[in-house]
Nanobody, 127 residues
C-alpha cells in the first residue's frame, strides 16, 4: 500500500527558498524513480525534477526552468524525497506533487510513467 505525503509548501517572496518533503511508505527504495511535478491553474502538470535509486539511468534530471535553482535529493533509509527550491520566482507558483515509479526501467520527467501520487502541497511565490 504505497502512500506519499508531501509537506513544506507555503508562501514566500521572490528570491526566497522552500524545501518540500515527500514521505513515502509501502515500498522499498530499490530501483525507484521519484519525481516532483507541479501544476499552475489552467495549465498542464509538468515535471520539475526526478531522482532514481539504483544504477543505469541518468539521475537526477531537472526541467530547464529550474536548473541551477532546485535540487532534488533522497534519504533512502527514511523513504523520503526532498526538493530544495532556491531563488524562487512567481512563475514557480503552483501545486507541487510527489510521485513514485517503482521497479523502473528509466527515470525521466514524463508523468505518465508514475503510478503513485501524493495529495500535493501548495507553493505560492509573490513578487
Amino acid at each position: 500500500q504505497v502512500q506519499l505525503v508531501e509537506s513544506g509548501g507555503g508562501s514566500v517572496q521572490a528570491g526566497g527558498s522552500l524545501r518540500l518533503s515527500c514521505a513515502g511508505s509501502g515500498y522499498a527504495t530499490i530501483n525507484t524513480c521519484m519525481g516532483w511535478f507541479r501544476q499552475a491553474p489552467g495549465k498542464e502538470r509538468e515535471g520539475v525534477a526526478v531522482i532514481a535509486t539504483g544504477t543505469g539511468v541518468r539521475s537526477p534530471v531537472y526541467a530547464d526552468s529550474v536548473k541551477g535553482r532546485f535540487t532534488i535529493s533522497q534519504d533512502n533509509a527514511k523513504n523520503t524525497v526532498y526538493l530544495q527550491m532556491n531563488s524562487l520566482k512567481p512563475e514557480d507558483t503552483g501545486m507541487y506533487y510527489c510521485a513514485a515509479r517503482l521497479f523502473r526501467i528509466s527515470c525521466a520527467l514524463d508523468e505518465g510513467r508514475f503510478s503513485y501520487w501524493g495529495q500535493g502541497t501548495q507553493v505560492t511565490v509573490s513578487s
